[in-house]
């Protein structure tokens, strides 16, 4: 069993800042991929930032150069600083990542978190 748990949301005025952090736990062997995404009311699911084993990461425009993402693969822990925060940026931000399970090495599969709530508003 795999789960991950997001933690860091909240409110904030346009221009703050926020810290979101997901750490991985479990039966885990290896994590390869890991990511951020969001979805805001009665739109799509949408990628925010992905970052993989070897350090590419990669962005979408409307985050591009006022996000951050990070990992500490000790921690099995991912990261994303979130600077300049716009009102468009209000919606509930989930963790992803690919992981290996100890009793399946020869399957990757991807997991969710459960989301955490970011409201940008004055």
């Known amino acids: 069993q795999v789960q991950l748990v997001e933690s860091g949301g909240g409110s904030v005025q346009p221009g703050g800042s926020l810290r979101l952090s997901c750490a991985a736990s479990?039966?885990?062997?290896?994590?390869?991929?890991m990511g951020w995404y969001r979805q805001a009311p009665g739109k799509q699911r949408e990628l925010v930032a992905t970052?993989?084993?070897?350090?590419?990461?990669t962005y979408a425009d409307a985050v591009e150069g006022r996000f951050t993402i990070s990992r500490d693969n000790a921690k099995d822990t991912v990261y994303l600083q979130m600077n300049s925060l716009k009102p468009e940026d209000t919606a509930v931000y989930y963790c992803?990542?690919?992981?290996?399970?100890?009793?399946?090495?020869?399957?990757?599969?991807?997991?969710w978190g459960q989301g955490t709530q970011v409201t940008v508003s004055s």
């Open positions: 992803y990542a690919d992981i290996v399970i100890r009793t399946m090495q020869d399957l990757v599969r991807g997991y």
């Open positions: 479990g039966s885990i062997f290896r994590i390869y991929l």
């Open positions: 970052l993989n084993t070897g350090g590419t990461t």
